[in-house]
């Protein structure tokens, strides 16, 4: 399971194991089933709280990844309103790294040519 949501569970479990435990030590008077109905639920509760935070880190990693994503497509022109392809295709790829012409180079071109 991904996210800590295992972990999670699994501390769930621990803790009403511990609880379970204690009780019991309390029905008892087993100050060793006590202890470790204690150790048990606080185990448990960090087992969840470790789950907690690897989902919080799962969940950072995702966005990060989607601005990352976001800042590469304004980069390229793809996310801009109203641009078309032309804008796309000043931006192209090589494989080892980005090779961008741009739009004023292309102009400079264009009037070398025609003179």
């Known amino acids: 399971m991904s996210g800590g ?3 999670k569970m699994r501390g769930k479990g621990e803790e009403i194991v511990g609880r379970a435990k204690g009780t019991i030590g309390d029905m008892t008077d087993s100050e ?8 048990g639920q606080v185990e448990g509760k960090g087992r969840q709280a470790e789950g907690g ?3 919080a880190l799962d969940n950072l990693g995702d966005k990060i990844g989607d601005t990352v994503d976001n800042v ?3 980069v390229a022109g793809n996310d801009e309103p109203g641009m078309g392809s032309s804008r ?5 790829g090589t494989g080892s790294g980005e090779l961008h012409i741009d739009a004023d180079d292309l102009a400079d071109d264009k009037t070398k040519r025609t003179r």
């Open 5 to 7: 949501i295992g972990d």
């Open 88 to 92: 796309r295709a000043e931006n192209l």
């Open 53 to 55: 935070i690897k989902g």
């Open 32 to 39: 060793r089933l006590q202890g470790e109905g204690m150790v």
């Open 72 to 74: 590469k497509d304004k």
